[in-house]
């Protein structure tokens, strides 16, 4: 008899997990509220700069699957085990999986809901503001982190004037130190991107216009175009309303299940061990978990593994894994030159490396993301560490491999 799967959510988890079930029993069918066929998020940034179309970011991957486009699940019947869709219709599933992604944030300040004020999330934003970067102006971008650099980098290469407004004292400070965030800045600056770090955002007006985001201090800086890149949250509306467990994500347990072990969660939506993820290859650690279960090995767990995020911005190269903060029993190994725009910054707790922040020359971020992996004993190597594997993988009697990096969802 066969078994009927119905994956909610087309996007990058979503895909993945029904391509990796298209030569099983199941019968997948992927239902996907965005129109477009299932693409890259992660290349939407090099969209928005114009070095890549949509169809170099197009996946395919639910090409064996039957795929819905255009059309959202609006309830789940968790005791028929149906599911409603927004054009009246309905499935019903042996096994659902929930894949609702995550949904971009927006400032709580007066103004957040002006029609110039835009986010930074999927294809239709995307196609937005390359609109709107098309006619020029100027352009402010609220949120100094991964997603909001990349808008600007994306937003400057279409010509407009750009300038990234940060709460926090300096850029990323989420994945790097204070040295690496002011070093950013500074080569962001010399790139005509202006910088304003320290600066709270506390509502947006019509100006002369346009419209002018005012900050805390009693600046008024005026723009054409405002960008919120502040974060996501898990998309959770669908689970909540059918009842599931749900904290700041949907909780799920080391198999992916939900609190009803007839539907499954993954991806950005999820809630594992109190944490949520935003990479993608914690993501793919999830999707091959469930896919796993389904196929039927029910000891395939989901094992959260140190992280790695690289910034996609044409021309600097920055790479961070790991842990960057300093905690008792832990020493931070330094190589600065701000001439030649390199940063390197190791983290070493009992013998082992914790962290790495890299900026200008990231050859090495693969090894040093392996060797966090592993938890290999780098003591005999610590002395020749910072400058590279060249100089120190000798010391440490092993080679180990290159891995290829997954980047940010």
């Known amino acids: 008899m066969t078994r009927r799967l119905v994956i909610i959510g087309n996007g990058m988890a979503g895909a993945r997990l029904a391509r990796a079930m298209a030569a099983t029993d199941w019968q997948v069918t992927v239902v996907g509220a965005e129109p477009e066929p299932a693409y890259n998020r992660i290349m939407l940034s090099p969209l928005l700069a114009g070095q890549v179309d949509r169809a170099g970011i197009a996946l395919g991957w639910s090409d064996q699957a039957a795929t819905m486009l255009g059309c959202s699940v609006t309830a789940i019947d968790r005791t028929a085990r149906r599911v409603t869709l927004s054009d009246g219709d309905s499935l019903a599933y042996d096994r659902l999986v929930v894949a609702t992604g ?20 999927d294809m239709a934003d995307v196609t937005r503001l390359a609109a709107a970067g098309d006619r020029g102006g100027r352009a402010i971008v609220i949120g100094g982190g991964l997603l909001g650099l990349e808008a600007a980098a994306g937003l400057a290469a279409r010509g407009m004037q750009v300038t990234v407004v940060h709460l926090a004292p300096w850029l990323m400070e989420r994945q790097l130190d204070a040295g690496a965030g002011r070093m950013l800045a500074d080569m962001l600056r010399r790139r005509g991107i202006a910088i304003e770090t320290s600066a709270q955002s506390r509502a947006i007006t019509d100006l002369d216009g346009g419209i002018g985001l005012h900050l805390a201090d009693g600046r008024v800086l005026p723009a054409d175009l405002v960008v919120m890149a502040i974060g996501v949250r898990p998309e959770t509306t669908l689970a909540r309303a059918a009842g599931l467990d749900v904290g700041r994500g949907i909780v799920v347990d080391d198999g992916m299940a939900t609190s009803d072990p007839a539907i499954a969660a993954i991806g950005e939506c999820t809630e594992h061990r109190g944490a949520t993820v935003g990479l993608v290859a914690p993501i793919w650690d999830q999707v091959e978990t469930l896919a796993a279960r389904l196929r039927g090995d029910h000891t395939a767990i989901y094992a959260p593994r140190p992280v790695a995020t690289a910034l996609k911005v044409s021309g600097i190269d920055l790479f961070s894994a790991g842990t960057i ?33 890299l900026l200008g020359d990231i050859q090495d971020g693969p090894w040093l993301h392996r060797l966090i992996e592993d938890g290999t004993d780098i003591t ?5 560490l910072i400058f590279g594997r060249a100089h120190a993988e000798p010391a440490l009697g092993a080679a180990a491999e290159p891995v290829v990096l997954k980047g940010a969802a």
């Open 102 to 121: 995550s949904a971009a944030i927006r400032l709580p300040i007066p103004g957040a809901d002006h029609q110039a004020v835009m986010t930074f999330r």
């Open 325 to 357: 903060d300093e905690a008792a029993g832990s020493e931070a190994i330094h190589f600065v030159d701000p001439g030649a725009g390199l940063y390197r910054r190791l983290l070493v707790a009992g013998g082992r490396l914790v962290g790495a922040v």
């Open 380 to 384: 005999a190597a610590r002395a020749d």
